[in-house]
């Protein structure tokens, strides 16, 4: 799993560790039962406080997302459902995050939608099912 | 609104456990007031970064917690002993990165100099003193006057490291490195909180490297705090809204909230703004104001917005 976190973005440290691992759950690069870096290895690697990320794997187990066996480590939680749970979560959170950068330039929600469909193929009918920002 | 407008950041973090504190320390140096009424408060386990222009007091602070430098007023509190009466005591337990990057025995080589450092601190980890050389590619044969800033500063955080104390003190800790030699750093104090229950005070001017780490904030200005709070706190709390505002605008008469800075256009403003942000939202709506976004400062953006306002006031 690779977590890639941004210091300019306005969202804290340990919530951007928390969408990335529920960003892998829904690309399938994270499944349930596998193992996440110990917190002492991520926070080398992200160069951030273990105690952030601590913070994030916290959240998630109380999310039911992950699941902390001692002594062994942090794993995805066996009953994760990523398209029931996950997979909207995410969508809800990328839809904010186009909104508030849609009102910051002063368009409406009518505006970002038009421009959605038209960007996402000109087809009119189809309406955003949530998954649109898929990467390239 | 000028009423509000002197009031200060939340100071006082309330019960502790403190590893560090200071209450109402003062230091002089002739005319000059270096600290002016000191109320530091560093919490046990905390990642605390100093932030502050220069001469706000931030290495005289450092140095008097190591008992250094001797105070003239108040009373501290350094992992429970007074630096003042138990210098060596408190100093033993303490990792401590100078701002000055000369060493004292320049003429040792830095073998010898590490050994020396070995002596003092009794919880010498001699295995994890090696891994940091290794790391840091120090050549223990170097004499330590030919070294390179850099080289001395990587020689001087392996010393701290190295005893693996229950207090660091970090002044200027990046100070002379190079970008890859900064981001090992980095992940080499990541590493070290994971292993060792460690308190951290880092005095900085270049917050933005190291603000990952970072967990508390003190703003430092002519010896005096301005502010000291947890980082999320001040992410939460003080924030920069834009909004399009009518001609003429002349904002609302009470806001909820402290504005820190206002900046803008005619029909556009930039306002840094402490309170809570439903109520300050709500507040900038309610004058006609249409709040288009709110975003978090960064620690550099904060000091710099909180830093202004008073030399804005003192003048």
Redesign the interface.
């Given at each position: 799993m690779k977590i890639r976190l941004s210091h300019a973005d306005g969202r804290p440290l340990y919530v951007q560790i928390m969408d990335e691992v529920r960003s892998g759950l829904v690309r399938g690069t994270l499944r349930p039962e596998d193992p996440l870096p110990s917190v002492r290895e991520l926070s080398s690697s992200l160069r951030v406080n273990p105690r952030t990320v601590s913070q994030a794997y916290a959240a998630l187990e109380r999310d039911g997302v992950v699941l902390v066996r001692h002594g062994k480590g942090t794993f995805v939680a066996p009953g994760v459902r990523p398209d029931e749970r996950e997979r909207p979560r995410l969508a809800r959170e990328v839809a904010r995050r186009a909104l508030a950068d849609a009102s910051r330039n002063g368009l409406a929600l009518a505006d970002l939608m038009t421009a959605l469909r038209e960007v996402e193929g000109g087809d009119p009918h189809r309406d955003g099912d949530g998954s649109k920002e898929g990467g390239q | 609104m000028t009423d509000i407008a002197r009031a200060a950041l939340p100071i006082d973090l309330g019960g502790g456990p403190f590893a560090v504190t200071t209450r109402g320390l003062a230091k002089r140096f002739g005319a000059v007031r270096a600290l002016d009424g000191l109320d530091l408060q560093v919490p046990e386990g905390a990642?605390y970064v100093l932030v502050g222009p220069n001469g706000a007091g931030k290495s005289t602070l450092i140095r008097t917690l190591m008992g250094l430098v001797r105070y003239q007023a108040g009373a501290v509190s350094v992992l429970g002993r007074d630096p003042a009466d138990r210098g060596a005591k408190v100093r033993a337990d303490i990792g401590y990165v100078p701002e000055d990057y000369r060493f004292g025995y320049a003429w040792m080589t830095v073998g010898r100099w590490l050994e020396h450092q070995a002596v003092y601190h009794p919880s010498w980890d001699a295995e994890y003193a090696r891994q940091l050389g290794k790391r840091y590619e120090i050549e223990p044969g170097r004499k330590c006057h030919t070294l390179s800033k850099g080289q001395s500063r990587r020689v001087q955080l392996l010393a701290a490291l190295a005893h693996r104390p229950p207090l660091l003190l970090l002044d200027e800790p990046t100070d002379g490195l190079d970008h890859v030699v900064r981001?090992e750093t980095?992940?080499i104090l990541?590493?070290h909180?994971?292993?060792s229950p460690t308190t951290v005070v880092i005095s900085t001017h270049r917050v933005?490297e190291v603000?990952?780490?970072?967990?508390h904030v003190g703003v430092l200005s002519e010896g005096r705090l301005l502010g000291q709070l947890p980082r999320?706190e001040l992410?939460g709390s003080l924030l920069r809204y834009?909004a399009?505002v009518p001609e003429g605008w002349s904002g609302p008469g009470e806001l909820g909230g402290r504005v820190v800075k206002r900046s803008g256009a005619a029909r556009a403003i930039e306002w840094t703004v402490w309170g809570d942000r439903d109520v300050v939202t709500r507040g900038l709506s309610e004058a006609g104001a249409a709040v288009?976004?709110v975003?978090?400062l960064?620690v550099d953006e904060a000091a710099v917005a909180l830093l202004s306002e008073t030399s804005r006031e003192a003048s």
């Open positions: - | 990642v981001d980095l992940s990541s590493e909180l994971a292993d933005y603000e990952p780490l970072v967990d999320d992410r834009w399009d288009r976004e975003a978090p960064s």
